[in-house]
Each structure stands twice: as structure tokens, then as C-alpha cells.
């Protein structure tokens, strides 16, 4: 029955995940064909100033409430979720203020039209109650509930893009996009937000907001100077190349972003049992999941860079292929970001969030800098290889915290990983090397996916 229980959470919990932001990667091909290379490269960067705006005008308070499951009692769970909800709808009312009055200097600085600002805001919100009501879910295991959220989303995103599209000439075509994204998102969230606040009937509670406080602000730092890790890039790419050139990285970007996703649903998965089976004290328990989650995303990112250049071939206009070789770049970004989830949560559960802010803000700030040096000598592959390098940074320094915060007991030492780490790293370069032999390539993906299967079906979990 438990292991049952635990699948069907998998189950539910990947497939909401995949619903709510495979959406873009699902519809890339159809969406890059009806906006152009400039026009997708504009909604590239407007949705990175968006995440922005979630991060910063929200404090990210969800983040906090996998901590409130382990600091109060269940009674408590649902006046908690209600507060940290409404400090977050005050900061972002107070700071959407601020835009509203600078809106011109503003436009004219993220080069983006004033209207844009308007559906950003508005998405951004949106965004946020919808990410609000998915960690809630996650963490209280109700992932059919998640499933049916992102599925509604999904499904009113899809439709609401294509009719307003169609409706509206070339050049600003984009607009279509950004509209449907903007209102499915409020359409669902700030219903959800208002449900959130009557059920809890808590507002202002000074307890709750200092303990969400200390634990939110490093984390929006850390959450801000991981976008800047991750899409520096593109806002840099778009200033020293042009819109174009952003639009063939984001487009290949966006494809590796399948895995990050699969990878986020997994992560979703394993880190409820992670906090409970810690706090319980059940290591032995802990560390079969957190094997199994090893095995399963190495092998899958394994077969996503053998697969690669023949599939994005289908996936992508010839437009696009010239930035097929720089995805197992990315894949490589994704990789030692999913190596990093083991010591970040480690930390979280320690309540470290300043020490996740630091390292993610010493990070991305190197990553700015190699950005700078990199896109000069090598354009898009600098870029990527740029964000690779600094992933790399940022696992050596979580890493070495850890170690001295668990002082021996530290569960995730280099042993653990490595020889995971190891055979993802030797399958990208024959990856390299084999590149015009596509059924050398294939050939191999398909005996590992026979493999995890087999291994899957023998101990009857996912993770």
C-alpha cells in the first residue's frame, strides 16, 4: 500500500509539473512558426523579466511552507498559508505602485512597451497564486488536485494563445502570446489566492510573518540570482547580438528545458519524503529514494543528449538548427543543477537560507562575468558554456558547506553522487564525438532506457 501511495504521488505529482510548464516546450514548434525568430525572441525575454517580478514583488513566501510543516502543528497549517499570502499580495501591490508610476523610465529601460508592463505585473501575480497553491498541494500530498490546476491551465493557455494570435498582424503577434499567458494564469490564481485567504482568516499575524520573513528574503535572492544564472544569457545575448540571436539560443534552451521540467516534477516528488523521512529520522529510507532519484535522472539525461540532434531537427525550423550543438550544453547546466538539489535542500531543512542566497548570488554573479568574456569569443556556445562553468561553482561551494554543516553526518558526500555524475559526463562527450552517427547514438539511449525499466520494474518504485 505505501509504495502504491508513493507511485501514484510520483505519478500526479510529475504529470501536474509537466502539465503547468511543459505547456511552452509542448507548443514551441507551433508558437516559434507563428511569431518568427525576432518575435519569439521578444517573448523570451518579456517572460524573463516576468519571473523577475514574481520573485521580487512576492518574497516567493510558498517557499516557506514546507518549514511551517515541521514548525507548527497541522491545526495552524491552514491560518499560516493565509498570512504569508496576504504580506505577499501587500509587497506586490506596494512595488506594482512604484512601476505604475515610473512606468514610461521603466518601458524604456527593460526596452519593452508599456502595455507589455501591464500584462507582466498581472502575470506575475498570477504566476505566483498558482505557484502558491501548487506547493501547498505538493507538500500536503494532494497531487490529484495539482493535476486538475495544471491541466486547467494548460488546456485555457493553449486555446486563449492560438485565437488571440491569429488575430492580430505579424509584427505583434507576440502580444497574442503574452495576453493568453497573462490572463490564464489570473484567471485561475487569484481565484485560488481569495480561496486561500477565507479559509485561513488570517491576515496580519506578526509570529508567522517574522518566521516567514527571515526564511523568504534570502530565499528571493536566491531564487533572483538563480534566474540570473539561468537566463542572463538570453538578456545578454539580446544587448550584445540582437533578438534573432536570442531567438535561436531561447528556442534551444527551451527544448533542453524538457528535461529541467521532468527534473522539477521528480525533485517535487522526492522532497516531501526527503523533509518528512528526515524529521522522522528514517535515513536508510531517505537515502533509497534519493538513489534511486540518482539513477533515474542520470539515465534520463543520458538519453535526452544521445537523442538530441536528430529529434530538435524535427522539433525546430531550419531557422533554428544552427543552435543544435550547444544543447548538451545546457543538458550539462541541467545536470549539476539537479546535483545541487541534494545540498540546497539540505540546507533548507537546516533553515540555511542565507547560505543558498550567498552561493546562488556569488554564482550567477560569475556568471554574468563569463557571459561578458564568453559571448565575445564564442557568441551562443560561450553563453551556455559560460552557465555550465557556473553551475559547477555552485555545486563545489554547497557542497563544501555541507560538509562542515553536517559535521560527518552530512548525508550526500561526493561518493554518493559521482559515479552517476561520472557516466553523464563520459555519455555527453561521445555524445560529441559521435555526432553524424545517429544509430551508434540511439542504439545506446535505447539499451539504457531498457535498463532503468527493468530496474524500475524490479524494486516497484519510481523514486
Known amino acids: 500500500m505505501i509504495m502504491k501511495r508513493q507511485n501514484r504521488i510520483a505519478f500526479f505529482n510529475i504529470l501536474s509539473v509537466v502539465l503547468l510548464n511543459g505547456i511552452s516546450i509542448i507548443t514551441g514548434p507551433l508558437f516559434s512558426r507563428m511569431l518568427g525568430t525576432s518575435g519569439y525572441g521578444v517573448l523570451k525575454i518579456y517572460n524573463i523579466w516576468a519571473s523577475v517580478v514574481a520573485i ?25 498559508q493565509s498570512s504569508v499570502l496576504f504580506l505577499s499580495v501587500l509587497v506586490f501591490l506596494a512595488c506594482s505602485a512604484v512601476i505604475g508610476v515610473f512606468i514610461q523610465p521603466v518601458s524604456r529601460l527593460l526596452k519593452l512597451e508599456p502595455l507589455l508592463i501591464g500584462f507582466m505585473l498581472l502575470q506575475a501575480f498570477g504566476t505566483y497564486c498558482v505557484g502558491f497553491l501548487n506547493t501547498k498541494y505538493t507538500y500536503e500530498f494532494k497531487a490529484g488536485r495539482n493535476m486538475v490546476m495544471s491541466l486547467a491551465v494548460t488546456l485555457v493557455n493553449l486555446v486563449l494563445s492560438v485565437v488571440l494570435i491569429l488575430q492580430l498582424p505579424q509584427e505583434i503577434k507576440y502580444y497574442g502570446r503574452v495576453a493568453a499567458i497573462a490572463t490564464t494564469y489570473a484567471l485561475v490564481g487569484i481565484p485560488a489566492c481569495i480561496l486561500i485567504l477565507l479559509r485561513g482568516k488570517t491576515l496580519i499575524h506578526r509570529e508567522y510573518w517574522k518566521f516567514c520573513v527571515v526564511l523568504a528574503v534570502p530565499a528571493v535572492f536566491h531564487n533572483l540570482s538563480d534566474l540570473v544564472l539561468g537566463q542572463s544569457d538570453q538578456v545578454m545575448l539580446q544587448q550584445m547580438i540582437d533578438n534573432s540571436a536570442v531567438g535561436c539560443y531561447g528556442y534551444a534552451w527551451q527544448f533542453a528545458n524538457i528535461l529541467f521540467i521532468i527534473f522539477g516534477a521528480l525533485n517535487r516528488t522526492w522532497c516531501p519524503f526527503f523533509f518528512e523521512e528526515m524529521k522522522e529520522g528514517k535515513q536508510d529510507a531517505m537515502m533509497d529514494k534519493t538513489r534511486n532519484f540518482l539513477e533515474l535522472f542520470t539515465i534520463l539525461a543520458c538519453g535526452f543528449i544521445l537523442l538530441t540532434p536528430e529529434v530538435y531537427h524535427v522539433y525546430a525550423r531550419k531557422d533554428y538548427w544552427s543552435s543544435t550543438g550547444i544543447i548538451p550544453l545546457f543538458v550539462a547546466s541541467y545536470y549539476i543543477n539537479f546535483l545541487c538539489t541534494f545540498p540546497v535542500n539540505y540546507e533548507y531543512y537546516h533553515k540555511k537560507t542565507k547560505v543558498v542566497a550567498v552561493v546562488t548570488i556569488s554564482s550567477s554573479l560569475l556568471n554574468v562575468a563569463l557571459n561578458y568574456m564568453l559571448i565575445r569569443m564564442m557568441g551562443m556556445a560561450g553563453a551556455a558554456l559560460a552557465t555550465a562553468l557556473s553551475h559547477g561553482v555552485q555545486l563545489c561551494l554547497h557542497h563544501l558547506y555541507c560538509r562542515k554543516l553536517g559535521r560527518g553526518s552530512y548525508p550526500f558526500p561526493v561518493k554518493v553522487w559521482m559515479k552517476y555524475a561520472a557516466g553523464f559526463f563520459a555519455v555527453m562527450v561521445f555524445v560529441y564525438l559521435t555526432q553524424n552517427t545517429w544509430l551508434l547514438r540511439w542504439s545506446v539511449g535505447a539499451v539504457l532506457g531498457i535498463f532503468e525499466l527493468l530496474r524500475i520494474k524490479q524494486r516497484k518504485v519510481l523514486i
Open 56 to 80: 521580487l514583488f512576492t518574497l516567493q513566501t510558498q517557499g516557506t511552507l514546507v518549514n511551517a510543516k515541521v514548525e507548527y502543528p497541522e491545526a495552524e497549517q491552514k491560518r499560516y
